[in-house]
């Protein structure tokens, strides 16, 4: 498809487990973000990729959180040993780098449920 | 620290009105400030935009007024209609940090 791609579209997972969460950008863009969105809420910044520089990480929450980008295309938050606080929904979004712009393109949202 | 936020959490208005969404901000760093429309289940959709040394920009139906003497932009939908139900969020955008920052957002209800 022509938008952002995300998987899986809900997740459901009990206390303690791991889960990784996948974005599938739009082709061409160099820029990927994830937000973090919980019931209610605006969206809370995550973390920051651009081509082959380091990722601005400083909107994890805790190193309990991680997320990588492989080729500069598809990228994975992994959550580790999940906590309740953590359910909300996941926003993937990519962009054309151009100076002075915030128009970023997002995915539909993984739902995350931690029981 | 800096933060983008929102004065009213809902606003009903009737289909054919035209409605006005506030925000208030406090980054007056910000390069870029961003209308977003969120539907249920979606993620959010860029709307306008408006570049900080501007007071003014108008898109199709929408308008977007940013005053920066008192850090306040807002979001005038002309016609209101039923497809235009959604959440909307306000955001400012800092080049140099490559990063967008979202307000609270307001609920957009369209009346029959």
């Known amino acids: 498809g022509a938008g952002v791609s995300q998987s899986p579209s809900n997740k459901v997972t009990e206390k303690g487990k791991d889960v990784e969460l996948r974005c599938d950008p739009i082709?061409?863009?160099?820029?990927l973000y994830w937000y973090r969105q919980s019931l209610g809420q605006g969206l809370e910044f995550l973390i920051y990729?651009?081509?082959?520089?380091?990722?601005?990480k400083s909107g994890l929450p805790s190193d309990r959180f991680s997320a990588e980008r492989t080729g500069g295309s598809v990228s994975t938050l992994t959550i580790q040993r999940t906590q309740q606080e953590d359910s909300a929904v996941y926003l993937c979004a990519s962009s054309l780098r151009r100076e002075g712009t915030g128009e970023l393109f997002f995915g539909e949202g993984s739902r995350l449920t931690v029981l | 620290g800096e933060s983008v936020g929102l004065h009213l959490p809902t606003l009903s208005v009737q289909e054919g009105d035209n409605s006005i969404i506030n925000c208030a901000y406090s980054?007056?760093?910000?390069?870029?400030f961003i209308w977003y429309k969120q539907e249920s289940g979606k993620g959010p959709q860029f709307i306008i935009d408006i570049r900080s040394n501007m007071d003014k920009r108008q898109g199709q139906r929408v308008t977007v007024l940013l005053n920066k003497t008192v850090k306040h932009l807002s979001l005038q939908i002309a016609a209101t209609q039923p497809g235009d139900s959604a959440v909307y969020f306000c955001a400012e955008w800092e080049g140099g940090e490559n990063k967008l920052t979202f307000g609270t957002g307001t609920q957009l209800k369209v009346e029959l």
């Open positions: 082709s061409g863009h160099t820029a």
């Open positions: 990729f651009q081509g082959n520089s380091a990722p601005d």
């Open positions: 980054n007056s760093a910000s390069d870029y």
